[in-house]
Nanobody
Framework: VQLQASGGGLVQAGESLRLSCAATGEIFSVNFMAWYRQTPGKERELIADITRDGRPKYADSVEGRFIISRDNAKKVVYLQMNSLEPEDTAVYYC????????????????WGRGTQVTVSS
């Protein structure tokens, strides 16, 4: 199982970006999916997550600006980031809780490698 994140880049303040994260490999079911971000010297921060049936939650820092969504058929989670601010500059990571095989005892957490988002003022 792998998570591949994409969509990062360099934008100016006020602009938008959309991140994508696709889960590939042998997968029976994808449970919750989430986006985190991390800046140098700081802990990785949960900014948005979404349940399998599409219920989102957001950190206060991104509420009203970011939108998390998912496509269960494609096993992809998205993060639409609007009104970006320089403070949003970070490496963004996706995380997914995945049930690999139906006979497994439990599901496992997987992480993507991260994609850099830089917002200039």
């Amino acid at each position: 199982v792998q998570l591949q994140a994409s969509g990062g880049g360099l934008v100016q303040a006020g602009e938008s970006l959309r991140l994508s994260c696709a889960a590939t490999g042998e997968i029976f079911s994808v449970n919750f999916m989430a986006w985190y971000r991390q800046t140098p010297g700081k802990e990785r921060e949960l900014i948005a997550d979404i349940t399998r049936d599409g219920r989102p939650k957001y950190a206060d820092s991104v509420e009203g600006r970011f939108i998390i969504s998912r496509d269960n058929a494609k096993k992809v989670v998205y993060l639409q980031m609007n009104s970006l601010e320089p403070e949003d500059t970070a490496v963004y990571y996706c995380r997914a809780n995945i049930w690999v095989r139906p006979e497994d005892d439990r599901s496992e957490d997987y992480w993507g490698r991260g994609t850099q988002v830089t917002v200039s003022s």
